[in-house]
């Protein structure tokens, strides 16, 4: 798994491989009210569940989970689901450094890893329509928004960001379909 520098400057947040001994600042980060009401379930997640995922998280050849680091200190999470050539994007920060633009900073150094090293085409991820947040954090970090998409009690946006490359582009793709959640 390749690590992101972390000389980078202050725009461009370090991200760094997470490691077992970062299960349980990422579960408090992840049982965060703010975090669980962003979330698709928003039900707190109890330890032991969690370090399971956590766990196999780490193991899974499909799934790459990083820390962002800001001032040498843990800061948030960032993951990568990977399917093919594509991969769906989760973030989420520690509640003390929201609103700084650090989420923007982490997408892009993400989708630089995910392009440049891990030779991966489109990224997409799925927010909720009422988090602005992350709304704006992926559409300053050069994501679009592709499609709405609804469930049975939430509404979503699919955003989404390619490659450029030749052939490579989102806008040469069909439309992105909704999804059911």
Request: charged share 30%.
């Amino acid at each position: 798994m390749s690590e992101v520098s972390p000389d980078r400057s202050v725009s461009d947040v370090p991200l760094r491989p997470a490691q077992a001994e970062d299960s349980r600042r990422v579960w408090a980060w992840r049982n965060d009210p703010e975090t669980r009401q962003a979330s698709v379930d928003s039900t707190p997640i109890p330890f032991p569940v969690h370090e399971r995922w956590f766990r196999e998280s780490l193991a899974r050849h499909d799934r790459r989970v990083y820390i962002i680091v800001a001032d040498e200190q843990a800061s948030g999470v960032v993951r990568l689901d990977i399917s093919g050539r594509e991969a769906e994007v989760s973030i989420h920060l520690a509640p003390e450094r929201r609103r700084r633009g650090m989420g923007t900073a982490a997408l892009r150094v993400l989708a630089g890893l995910a392009f440049e090293s891990l030779g991966l085409e489109r990224l997409m991820a799925l927010v909720k329509t009422e988090n602005s947040a992350s709304r704006k954090a992926f559409l300053a970090a050069g994501f679009r928004v592709a499609a709405e998409a609804a469930g049975q009690t939430l509404t979503f946006q699919v955003f989404e960001k390619c490659e450029r490359r030749p052939g490579r582009c989102c806008d040469s793709r069909r439309p992105a379909e909704d999804r059911s959640v």
